[in-house]
């Protein structure tokens, strides 16, 4: 059995799985497969890895081992104040527009 390589960021995001890895004189990792680099990227050795596990899809920490990826949810915009106020104009609009052609 081989040992492999996992190249994971500093979230835990497996980067690379590889059979070789070593970090240049520049701080890149270069693998059997080409060049990571990436800041902070950290090299693990293992054992085996699991059918399925690829790279951007699992993570990887020697205590939890292998676990998918979860993309963390997008924050929700807030509104600027300039469309908070332009929101409030429309709606003053509408409003006296109606009461001027005597719906409310």
């Not at 980067?15 to 990571?36: C, F, P, W």
Request: net charge negative; with cysteine.
């Amino acid at each position: 059995m081989h040992t492999m390589y996992i190249i994971t960021s500093a979230s835990n995001v497996i980067l690379a799985v590889t059979m070789t890895a070593t970090r240049n004189i520049y701080g890149n990792i270069e693998t059997s497969d080409g060049i990571v680099g990436v800041l902070n990227a950290n090299i693990l050795k293992v054992e085996t890895v699991p059918e399925g596990v690829a790279p951007f899809t699992y993570c990887y920490t020697p205590e939890k081992g292998f676990y998918p990826y979860v993309e963390p949810p997008e924050p929700v915009p807030e509104q600027s104040e300039n469309e908070l106020l332009m929101s409030y104009v429309i709606d003053v609009d509408y409003r006296v527009t109606m009461i001027e052609l005597g719906l409310v």
